[in-house]
């Protein structure tokens, strides 16, 4: 299967997100294209879980096109949308923690019915974290925090996404664990699933990234690319507004 | 000794029943955030089908007891928490109190107010003599029959695709609909547990007493209830052992305790249920694993 680089995976135009009246999120439009990794980057509360949390239905949201591959998310319950192919990882990776790791990652395959698509998914994810399969039959809540976020994109993964969601993956990991993760991540991306990732970690994610959007009180302030990664300055301003 | 272990037996047997009672409110409130009273009448509902069809037939008693009581807690779901799904569980509480009272009015118009009464399953009534012990079949019944219920229950959870689902959904409804866990199926398959489990201790209660009324069910949900809660409410197996807990400090009251004593084995029960809360608030089980719900 070729990839078409302007094959757009997600469309997102106008959302908006607002708990009892108080906007988290206004107008906000990016995309993801195949085989693209896409960054959103912004400090605390700048509406960055509520971007994620509001394309899946997991809260509610209204914008004038959210579509994955051309397909109307809007309507969707949150369980519709993760079955329409867009897998989130959601912030603190709520992983089972009374169930094993390998009973997660079943979770994560619920809706597939292609057993032989689902061993090889199954053996490249233990190929990405090796420590899930050493693990397969602890309780996931014993893993440690790096080991649960591997976890949960392992899970997530097993869904065969089309496009993969990550909300700060890298949140209380520890340094090397961070990398542990973007690696995985970009060899995610290299295997044909597109990633939209949620970070704090400005720096790594705008290295990393296709395109990084920034995002300040609910709205894109400002979109980067690799090149901007080491301008300091600029990610400064990114944060801090102007 | 001899009565001691005939009371043993006698308290392990309400127990099992309590414990199947409590089984089913702690099912549904873990994946419906939903304690549910209106269990009660799901209970009295499969009684009324006991009572009523075993001079009939006694297979249609059974299987008219099993549908109506999955029937009554799908359709109470349907007609009411189904639309408070995003309301708090003090919310759904109250309201399961209103479902409760309906349909005890609903039970009095449809069958009186007075005591309906019929003989279920009268060859359990007999007693059976195993080595100088004179044992209740109807007890010994009770416990395999929990046994069994809770054993299929147990795997069907922690062996099956679907079980799997619905303990992913009684830990984080809104992560297990992210994963793309069907929330409809798991809330259907779970009020279809609970109506069974209903099914079963109305069985026991039935035969017990050969008789019921609107308000049958009542006793065994608060109680069951009550288990659910000391065992935590949060912990699928907590509130089976807080459920079995209940009945066997009840069945020991009533017998040990002096004869004019026997009114107070209640306000002991609550006065136990008291302590334990006043020690750990959240139920003996469900210390560990409080903070991994959102």
């Known amino acids: 299967m070729s990839l078409d680089n302007t094959e757009r995976v997600l469309m997102v135009s106008g959302l908006r997100v607002a708990y009892g009246g108080i906007p988290a999120v206004s107008d906000l439009s990016f995309h993801v294209n195949a085989g693209e990794m896409v960054g959103i980057i912004g400090p605390n509360g700048a509406g960055k879980s509520s971007t994620l949390l509001g394309v899946v ?14 397909v109307d998310l809007r309507r969707m319950a949150p369980e519709q949308v993760a079955r329409a192919g867009l897998a989130l ?40 974290f090796p420590i899930l399969s050493e693990f397969a039959e602890r309780p996931a809540g014993l893993l440690s925090g790096g080991q649960q976020q591997q976890l949960a994109i392992g899970r997530a993964l097993l869904a065969a996404p089309t496009l ?66 080491d301008d300091s300055a600029l990610l400064m301003k990114a944060y801090l507004g102007s | ?48 089908a006991l009572i009523l069809v075993w001079p009939l037939s006694w297979p249609l008693a059974l299987a008219a007891s099993v549908v109506v009581a999955i029937a009554l807690s799908l359709l109470m779901d349907l007609a009411v928490f189904r639309w408070m799904r995003s309301q708090s569980a003090a919310s759904l509480l109250i309201a399961s109190f209103g479902v409760s009272i309906l349909l005890q009015r609903a ?13 279920v399953a009268p060859a359990l009534t007999r007693s059976v003599n195993v080595g100088g012990l004179r044992l209740s079949m109807l007890a010994i019944v009770a416990i395999i029959l929990a046994a069994v219920l809770l054993i299929a229950v147990h795997f069907f959870l922690t062996k099956s695709r679907m079980g799997l689902q619905v303990q992913a959904a009684a830990a984080n409804f809104r992560e297990a609909r992210i994963l793309g866990i069907r929330s409809g199926v798991m809330i259907a398959v779970t009020l279809g547990m609970s109506g069974i489990l209903a099914a079963a201790v109305a069985f026991v209660l039935t035969t017990q007493s050969g008789a019921v009324n609107p308000t049958f069910g009542v006793q065994a949900t608060l109680f069951g209830l009550i288990g659910a809660v000391i065992g935590g409410l949060n912990r699928i197996g907590g509130a089976l052992v807080g459920g079995f807990a209940v009945g066997f400090a009840l069945s020991l009251f009533t017998t040990w305790l002096p004869s004019g004593f026997g009114d107070f084995r209640v306000a002991l029960v609550y006065l136990l249920v008291i302590v334990v809360l006043l020690i750990a608030p959240n139920g003996i089980f469900a210390g560990r694993t409080a903070k991994e719900r959102t």
């Open chain 2, 107 to 119: 039970y009095e118009g449809i069958f009186g107010v007075n005591v309906r009464t019929g003989a």
């Open chain 1, 89 to 128: 990882v959601t912030e603190g990776h709520h992983i089972f923690g009374r169930l094993s790791v390998r009973d997660n990652l079943r979770l994560g395959s619920t809706a597939r019915r292609d057993r032989r698509g689902l061993a090889d998914d199954l053996r490249w994810v233990y190929e990405l």
């Open chain 1, 164 to 229: 993969l969601a990550l909300d700060e993956p890298s949140l209380g990991l520890s340094p090397t664990a961070v990398d542990t993760v973007f690696a995985a991540i970009e060899s995610i991306c290299a295997r044909g699933t597109a990633v939209l990732i949620v970070e704090q970690r400005a720096q790594q994610t705008v290295a990393t990234a296709t395109r990084t959007y920034v995002l300040t009180e609910g709205r894109i302030t400002m979109t980067l690319s690799p090149n901007d990664a």
């Open chain 1, 57 to 70: 239905n997991a809260v509610r949201s209204e914008s004038a096109e959210t579509s994955l591959r051309g």
């Open chain 2, 1 to 48: 000794m001899i009565p001691v272990i005939q009371s043993l037996i006698d308290a392990t047997s309400a127990g099992a029943v309590y414990a199947l009672a409590a089984l089913g409110i702690g099912l549904v409130f873990g994946v419906l955030r939903l304690a549910n009273f209106a269990n009660g009448e799901i209970i009295t509902g499969a009684a009324y």
